[in-house]
């Protein structure tokens, strides 16, 4: 059974930043696409980043592009999202997300989810 447990979220002014991991358990990791995708409240949940299986590709959302980072560290079995310039319009719940090979950026694309991490960024 997969299992992925995020943390890192919280209250953060608006230009902060904030790193947010993923804790993954259940099955070979590397093998693996992570994704991040995040839900504001009375919105559709949303690609942010994603990530390949060894870490060699990434892909990311426009919105987030340029500050945002995805990266995973597989000994540790662990995803990363590093997001800098933090906006109010980040604000929302964080969910990492499994997925097979292929990089996709469509939520039901993936096939394990976290309970999410919330991120509030103050103006």
């Known amino acids: 059974q997969v299992q992925l447990v995020e943390s890192g979220g919280g209250l953060v002014q608006a230009g902060g930043s904030l790193r947010l991991s993923c804790a993954a358990s259940?099955?070979?990791?590397?093998?693996?696409?992570m994704g991040w995708f995040r839900q504001a409240p009375g919105k559709e949940r949303e690609f942010v980043a994603a990530?390949?299986?060894?870490?060699?590709?990434?892909y990311y959302a426009d919105s987030v592009k340029g500050r945002f980072t995805i990266s995973r560290d597989n000994a540790k079995n662990t995803v990363y999202l590093q997001m800098n310039s933090l906006k109010p319009e980040d604000t929302a719940v964080y969910y990492c997300?499994?997925?097979?090979?292929?990089?996709?950026?469509?939520?039901?694309?993936?096939?394990?989810w976290g309970q999410g991490t919330q991120v509030t960024v103050s103006s």
């Open positions: 259940g099955r070979t990791f590397s093998t693996y696409t």
């Open positions: 990530i390949s299986g060894s870490g060699g590709t990434t």
């Open positions: 997300a499994q997925r097979g090979r292929a990089m996709l950026t469509r939520a039901d694309h993936y096939d394990y």
